[in-house]
């Protein structure tokens, strides 16, 4: 039987190195990721995703210019940040201009949980050292992807690998979002993640270089969803 052949050595992870990356992306991860919708169930509600077609599109493009604009590039500034020797102040400003940029107070409310629990989950299994998990606890509050980018550094992955693990886990739960508001079949959402993976690295290739002033988080109609989410009268999700 003819196998592929292995990547060149440069090009693999080193099975610590993987294994952290699992337990990141992991939905058993406890910072309660899959109580939100980050703006999908609105969209479902008022008629813009409606199979799996115009789901597959809602969530590619959340990814190329949401998380691909926003949170990656911060991402990437929080993970050097995060590292020895670097600039702890860059990271508390960071993360305020991430806070400010929520555009509603559904999805502001979001990365303050999510970043909340997981700040708990690092002091819990000691991950890092003390005096950079005190910087961390003392960012109040702290959103969900300079806590993500603390608990990357502290076992271990590079930001490339953290970032691909990163928007997996967000695009793994769109999908599952979507199975449940659409609603779409599992399979169904099997197909969407298998298609959009080669998303990823393209999106973690154009964030990796804008420049500090090209970091956006401007999605009007993102923000009007979540702004109606709030008073939609049944919902199955917080955001």
């Known amino acids: 039987m003819n196998h592929p052949p292995l990547p060149p050595p440069a090009l ?7 294994a952290a990356l699992l337990q990141l992306a992991s939905p058993a991860l406890p910072v309660g990721a899959f109580s939100y919708s980050s703006g999908l169930e609105a969209a479902v509600e008022h008629g813009l995703v409606t199979d799996v077609a115009s789901a597959q599109d809602w969530i590619r493009d959340g990814l190329r210019e949401v998380v691909g604009r926003a949170e990656l590039p911060l991402l990437k500034r929080f993970h050097a940040g995060w590292c020895a020797g670097g600039d702890l102040k860059a990271v508390a400003g960071w993360n305020a201009w991430h806070l400010a940029s929520r555009e509603s107070a559904e999805l502001r409310s979001e990365t303050e949980q ?3 629990s997981l700040v708990r989950l690092i002091d819990r299994l000691a991950w890092g050292d003390p005096e ?3 910087a961390l606890r003392a960012l109040q509050p702290v959103g969900f992807p300079c806590a993500y980018a603390f608990a990357a550094v502290a076992i271990g992955t590079s930001y490339d690998a953290a970032a691909t693990a990163f928007c997996f886990a967000w695009m793994e739960n769109q999908v ?3 199975i449940k508001s659409v609603p779409l079949g599992q399979t169904t959402g099997q197909q969407i993640l ?3 993976r080669p998303e990823i690295a393209a999106t973690i290739d154009a964030a990796s270089g804008l420049k500090d002033d090209e970091i956006v988080s401007f999605a ?4 009007i969803l979540s702004s109606r989410h709030a008073l939609q009268y049944s ?3 917080r955001s």
């Open 132 to 134: 950079r998990r005190a």
């Open 12 to 18: 693999r992870l080193a099975i610590p190195e993987l």
């Open 235 to 237: 919902r199955i999700f």
């Open 194 to 196: 298998f298609s959009l």
């Open 114 to 116: 999510m970043g909340w």
């Open 220 to 223: 009007p109609l993102l923000g």
């Open 176 to 178: 599952m979002a979507a």
